[in-house]
């Protein structure tokens, strides 16, 4: 296990921003989590856990020891006539990890396809798209305990998931290190295809409801993702940088007064309604700002065009949600973590 010092954290994290790590370890066995937090204890360093950096924008320097959680493996541990369970090392690549179970026929989280970053984020963030989370095909998660180095097993029920949150983004933000994750998928698979366009591209391909596959529902999902969001291999980004607010009835029922074409979708606890569709009806869709701005197609992802900084996203950030809470008294909160 090889520490290093002053490391630039600009490959490891997808918006691209130029940041160094004051210490910077990879970690690929639980064992080496151990190990490096039992160094870091030991030198009263603070510990920064990163996977993918899908999620969040550096806005300075990290004054800690950085440690990547490169654990990897697939491993079936269990299996019915109906179903399977996977545990998944958190550093495999999740959409890797997608490709493999559509490989294999395993349904579930076929809608979750080409989203970014890795295993081990996916709880933590109850990543989600096209109607489907990871609470749906959850099973457990393995997590080393940052302060008794002991190793942890969560349910689902333990997890407290909600939307875009869980209980280590919460109650235990910063305590734990997920080392794997376990989901229960499915044989035989129940298509989810109302949300968004997916419908729509299935059949602009000529493939109708008796001809669903997950494979096909995966391809329609990549295509659909591939026209709206930029790869941030070429443009830095984080994906949806906002959640989508949910209204009150009575809420939604104003708003649609006001904007008739306002789209909305029904929730337990109230409308969900795009935040894109709220900043682009703000006039932000498009608009650069330097080298950062917002993606001309999506107007839910801020960019680095470049040498963008991470402070002057956030503070676009910012101004965004206080010009929303200024139109529409609604109040935006960002999924991307600040650090």
């Given at each position: 296990?090889?520490?290093?010092?002053?490391?630039?954290?600009?490959?490891?994290?997808?918006?691209?921003?130029?940041?160094?790590?004051?210490?910077?370890?990879?970690?690929?066995?639980?064992?080496?989590?151990?190990?490096?937090?039992?160094?870091?204890?030991?030198?009263?360093?603070?510990?920064?856990?990163?996977?993918?950096?899908?999620?969040?924008?550096?806005?300075?320097?990290?004054?800690?020891?950085?440690?990547?959680?490169?654990?990897?493996?697939?491993?079936?541990?269990?299996?019915?006539?109906?179903?399977?369970?996977?545990?998944?090392?958190?550093?495999?690549?999740?959409?890797?990890?997608?490709?493999?179970?559509?490989?294999?026929?395993?349904?579930?989280?076929?809608?979750?396809?080409?989203?970014?970053?890795?295993?081990?984020?996916?709880?933590?963030?109850?990543?989600?798209?096209?109607?489907?989370?990871?609470?749906?095909?959850?099973?457990?998660?393995?997590?080393?305990?940052?302060?008794?180095?002991?190793?942890?097993?969560?349910?689902?029920?333990?997890?407290?998931?909600?939307?875009?949150?869980?209980?280590?983004?919460?109650?235990?933000?910063?305590?734990?290190?997920?080392?794997?994750?376990?989901?229960?998928?499915?044989?035989?698979?129940?298509?989810?295809?109302?949300?968004?366009?997916?419908?729509?591209?299935?059949?602009?391909?000529?493939?109708?409801?008796?001809?669903?596959?997950?494979?096909?529902?995966?391809?329609?999902?990549?295509?659909?993702?591939?026209?709206?969001?930029p790869d941030p291999k070429v443009i830095g980004n984080a994906g949806s940088f906002f959640k989508n607010p949910v209204l009150?009835?009575?809420?939604?029922?104003?708003?649609?007064?006001?904007?008739?074409?306002?789209?909305g979708y029904p929730q337990t606890d109230g409308v969900k309604i795009p935040a894109a569709w709220l900043i682009e009806q703000?006039?932000?869709?498009?608009?650069?700002?330097?080298?950062?701005?917002?993606?001309?197609?999506?107007?839910?992802?801020?960019?680095?065009?470049?040498?963008?900084?991470?402070?002057?996203?956030?503070?676009?950030?910012?101004?965004?949600?206080?010009?929303?809470?200024?139109?529409?008294?609604?109040n935006l909160f960002p999924e991307v973590n600040f650090i």
């Open positions: 296990m090889n520490i290093q010092e002053n490391i630039s954290l600009k490959p490891y994290n997808t918006f691209q921003i130029d940041k160094s790590a004051k210490l910077f370890v990879e970690a690929r066995t639980p064992e080496e989590v151990i190990k490096a937090l039992q160094i870091a204890k030991n030198n009263e360093s603070p510990v920064f856990i990163l996977g993918g950096g899908s999620n969040i924008l550096l806005t300075k320097d990290v004054q800690a020891m950085v440690i990547k959680v490169t654990i990897k493996g697939i491993e079936v541990t269990d299996e019915t006539d109906d179903h399977i369970w996977v545990k998944v090392g958190a550093g495999e690549v999740w959409h890797d990890f997608v490709l493999h179970a559509i490989t294999n026929n395993w349904a579930g989280i076929e809608n979750l396809s080409l989203i970014p970053g890795t295993v081990g984020a996916s709880p933590l963030q109850n990543i989600g798209a096209y109607g489907v989370e990871i609470k749906d095909v959850f099973e457990q998660l393995s997590a080393i305990n940052r302060h008794t180095l002991e190793e942890e097993v969560f349910t689902g029920e333990q997890c407290h998931f909600g939307y875009r949150e869980s209980i280590f983004k919460n109650d235990l933000k910063d305590q734990y290190v997920i080392t794997s994750v376990s989901y229960k998928l499915t044989k035989k698979p129940q298509f989810k295809v109302s949300y968004g366009a997916i419908q729509q591209t299935l059949e602009s391909r000529g493939i109708q409801s008796g001809d669903f596959t997950i494979k096909a529902i995966s391809d329609a999902v990549i295509a659909i993702r591939q026209s709206k969001l009150s009835a009575d809420q939604f029922k104003q708003l649609q007064d006001a904007y008739p074409d306002v789209p703000a006039g932000w869709k498009g608009r650069t700002f330097g080298e950062i701005g917002v993606h001309k197609n999506q107007p839910l992802v801020l960019v680095n065009y470049g040498d963008g900084d991470g402070l002057a996203i956030k503070t676009l950030a910012e101004n965004i949600q206080s010009d929303i809470s200024s139109k529409f008294g609604i």
